[in-house]
């Protein structure tokens, strides 16, 4: 029985770990995108002062 509780707590902070690094990647993510909508906005501004 503990072996079965052992390995419930391995599995466990096996999945905690890999939602700690998905985590970590969505925050990436949304930070690059909002870097790409201030790239977008600064280079509209600038087109349209061009235009």
Do not use: P
């Amino acid at each position: 029985m503990s072996s079965i509780f052992g390995a419930i707590r391995a599995s466990t902070a096996e999945q905690a770990t890999g939602l700690r690094e998905v985590d970590q990647i969505t925050q990436q993510n949304a930070a690059m995108v909002e870097q790409a909508n201030a790239s977008c906005q600064a280079l509209t501004a600038e087109a349209e002062q061009i235009a």
